[in-house]
């Protein structure tokens, strides 16, 4: 069974840049699993940062950017704020109408 | 502008079963596929039921198939999770969540509500 894999923590200074990455245990990440990333902070619902690999959802700041990086989805935050710290979920569409989530990175900006 | 309110979580005990709702509003809910997402406490995000928009496919994750049943009902709105043979391991928050199929991405989502499967 294929895992979708994130880092489960990540640090970065305040105004840095983070890249965030999703994987998958077999095989590599492309925009035909059209990667999408989810920003959730503790007791609330999973807010839409990224679909499709790389297109800003309504609303969501330009130091946000998704890409693919080697065989990996991949945010980007650029200028790193401190109420960017939060739980961030990547979602690969696996087919059939089947969708699965990353585990999470847990994002400390200090 | 498009919001989405679950109800009908609650306490049940294991091999029991509750009745989860979704209530759409501010958008055409009958143009949607709509997904069903938990988290369990301290867990991460976990994708479990999808329904088209006339309900001519459905899916679910191997971890709810056969005890689970997504329907919807246009007419009221409304999306639905029948959850049979709980066990502790569905204890979860559920989030409703609009599809945007064509980008296969989720756009709006609901609250949640809280289910605990506990004796």
């Known amino acids: 069974q294929t895992v979708v894999t994130q880092e489960p923590s990540f640090s970065v200074s305040p105004g840095g840049t983070v890249t965030l990455t999703c994987g998958l245990t077999s095989g590599s990440v492309s925009t035909s699993y059209y990667p999408s990333w989810y920003q959730q902070t503790p007791g609330q619902a999973p807010r839409t940062l990224i679909y499709s690999t790389n297109t800003r959802s309504s609303g969501v700041p330009d130091r946000f950017s998704g890409s693919i990086l080697g065989n990996k989805a991949a945010l980007t935050i650029t200028g790193a704020q401190a109420d960017d710290e939060s739980d961030y979920y990547c979602?690969?569409?696996?087919?059939?109408?089947?969708?699965?989530f990353g585990g999470g990175t847990k994002l400390t900006v200090l | 502008e498009a919001q989405l309110v679950e109800s009908g979580g609650g306490l049940v005990k294991p091999g029991g079963s509750l009745r989860l709702s979704c209530a759409a509003s501010g958008f055409t809910f009958s143009s949607y596929t709509m997904n069903w997402v938990r988290q369990a406490p301290g867990k991460g995000l976990e994708w479990v039921s999808s329904?088209?928009?006339?309900?001519?496919?459905?899916y679910y994750a191997d971890s709810v198939k056969g005890r689970f049943t997504i329907s919807r009902d246009n007419a009221k709105n409304s999306l639905y999770l029948q959850m049979n043979s709980l066990r502790a391991e569905d204890t979860a928050v559920y989030y409703c969540a609009r599809v945007r199929y064509d980008l296969k991405y989720m756009d709006v989502w609901g609250k949640g509500t809280t289910v605990t499967v506990s004796s």
């Open positions: 329904i088209s928009s006339t309900s001519n496919y459905i």
């Open positions: 979602m690969l569409y696996m087919g059939s109408g089947n969708w699965v």
